[in-house]
């Protein structure tokens, strides 16, 4: 039990344009979920806590407005990265949980390239 | 505030020799305490948790870890590695008070070698 899909697991997309990446539970309800961020041979970074039915809960230091979080079920989190830039390449993994403390379960990763 | 050290970047280890990986955490609360294994271009898989009780915590793969509230740690181990074993794995802890939020250590990069 307790897993999560997100899509896609990779991307690439020109500079300027806008990528969405998505994160579904797919046996669970999860009213908050968490999008991370990692680059290569780094540990995950917290960027934002997302809340089912409203504002996302951003990090010191990440822009809202360039990582905008929509979770509009409570099945359902998307990251949209807006006018990415080829620094915005990264791989973003999601997360959630069931239950405080069962463990967080991560997606598989989306590997983002902007070129 | 609550912070997560891996004190070990890197851990090469022969092929069915035992091998640890050093986890300390700072937190003036009582934290929730997990290890998640890594592998190339994937998300994190969850190794064991400790919540409370038993301070010796069993996981997948052979793995286990101690908690020892005394000396802040939380170090994972397994009696005999495999290729396969070879990772990036990750302390991570959380609590109530941070929204549950999950705090990551640097990471150790575990290197089999056959």
């Known amino acids: 039990g307790a897993v999560v899909s997100q899509h896609p697991s990779r991307v690439i997309c020109k500079s300027g344009t806008s990528v969405k990446i998505e994160c579904r539970s797919l046996d669970f309800q999860a009213t908050t979920m968490f999008w991370y961020r990692q680059f290569p041979k780094q540990s995950l970074m917290l960027m934002a806590t997302s809340n089912e039915g409203s504002k996302a809960t951003y990090e010191q230091g990440v822009e809202k407005d360039k990582f905008l979080i929509n979770h509009a079920s409570l099945t359902l989190s998307t990251l949209t990265v807006t006018s990415a830039h080829p620094e915005d390449s990264s791989f973003y993994i999601c997360?959630?949980?069931?239950?405080?403390?069962?463990?967080?379960?991560f997606g598989s990763g989306t590997r983002l390239t902007v070129v | 505030a609550q912070s997560v050290t891996q004190l070990d970047s890197q851990v090469p280890v022969f092929e069915e020799a035992p091998v640890e990986l050093r986890c300390n955490y700072s937190?003036?609360?009582?934290?929730?305490l997990f290890w998640y294994v890594q592998y190339p271009n994937q998300g994190l898989q969850l190794l064991l948790k400790?919540?409370?009780?038993?301070?010796l915590v069993k996981g997948i793969n052979g793995f286990e870890a101690e908690f020892n509230k005394s000396q802040t740690s939380f170090h994972l181990r397994k009696p005999s590695v495999h290729i396969s074993d070879t990772a990036e794995y990750f302390c991570?802890?959380?609590?109530?008070?941070?929204?549950?939020?999950?705090?990551f250590g640097g990471g150790t990069r575990v290197l089999v070698k056959p």
């Open positions: 991570a802890v959380s609590h109530k008070a941070a929204g549950n939020k999950l705090t």
């Open positions: 400790y919540l409370s009780g038993s301070t």
């Open positions: 937190s003036s609360v009582s934290v929730y």
């Open positions: 997360s959630a949980s069931p239950t405080a403390n069962y463990g967080y379960t």
